[in-house]
């Protein structure tokens, strides 16, 4: 019964003897077990850290949203009034090296319009929108294109400027600067926040993307014909400013 006290024990070395002979062969084959957690979830020896990158450019392109919007006593008359205008739209387009393939029909409605005063509703006739999205290229190389189309497009009569947005056609590096950008800045509040506290700073743990943002610049809000006026026959002044990507990650970097 005396031997019986001592057989726990001696599973307990024998345990521990097999843990130590399994840790000895990992580091001879170059491989090591660190504890990078906590029962509670978080990572433990570990510094938290956010950085933000922007980077700046000046647009290419500009996106104009404009329309028509014509009232007839029937809708084939509204329509070729409508056509009328949208044809000389093509036009100056044209006559401006801007392709056919750039514009874009964004909306087409037909529907009837009624006056509803005295109580009651009196037809006045048939009302035809048509809305166009159009886009201009190498406005970084050709500047004066836009206000040349604005300044042509202010001559047509009842013509309606829904938007004018300054935007870039191929983001993909501008967001990788970004992120680049962002990732040094935490890098660097790492460094300082190690040196800080007396520690050594190890390899990232995790990296993730909080966001990317990015927002063209509008110009929304214009009727044509007060364009034209407030341009004096001039040109028009549109300046296109810059425009900037912000990312921002979230890194977690080992601390020894």
């Known amino acids: 019964m005396k031997n019986q006290h001592w057989f726990p024990f001696a599973g307990v070395i024998i345990v521990c003897a097999t843990i130590a002979f399994s840790i000895g062969q990992l580091r001879n084959t170059g491989i090591t077990i660190r504890n990078t957690g906590s029962s509670a979830g978080s990572i433990q020896n570990s510094?938290?850290?956010m950085?933000?990158?922007k980077v700046t450019a000046i647009p290419d392109i500009v996106r104009i949203s404009s329309g028509v919007s014509e009232l007839a006593d029937t809708t084939k008359k509204a329509q070729q009034q409508a056509n009328?205008?949208?044809?000389r739209i093509i036009s100056i387009l044209t006559e401006n090296d801007v392709p056919e393939r750039?514009?874009?029909t964004s909306?087409?409605?037909?529907?009837?319009e009624y006056d509803w005063n005295d109580g009651g509703r009196r037809l006045l006739g048939q009302r035809v929108t048509q809305t166009l999205t159009i886009k201009i290229p190498e406005i970084d190389t050709q500047p004066d294109r836009v206000t040349k189309i604005l300044d042509s497009l202010g001559e047509i009569d009842g013509l309606e400027l829904n938007s004018v947005n300054f935007d870039i056609e191929d983001k993909k590096g501008l967001f990788s600067a970004a992120?680049?950008?962002?990732?040094?800045?935490a890098l660097q509040k790492a460094k300082e926040l190690a040196r800080f506290g007396d520690v050594t700073l190890g390899e990232p743990i995790t990296i993730s993307e909080g966001s990317v943002q990015y927002n063209p610049m509008p110009y929304q809000n214009f009727a044509m014909k007060e364009m034209a006026v407030?341009?004096?026959?001039?040109g028009s002044a549109l300046p296109s400013g810059e425009l900037d990507v912000t990312a921002m990650v979230n890194v977690v970097f080992e601390i020894q």
């Open 47 to 49: 510094i938290s850290v």
């Open 107 to 112: 909306n087409l409605s037909f529907r009837p």
């Open 84 to 87: 009328d205008k949208l044809d």
């Open 230 to 234: 407030g341009m004096g026959g001039g």
């Open 102 to 104: 750039n514009v874009q």
């Open 179 to 185: 992120r680049k950008e962002a990732f040094e800045k």
């Open 51 to 53: 950085g933000e990158g």
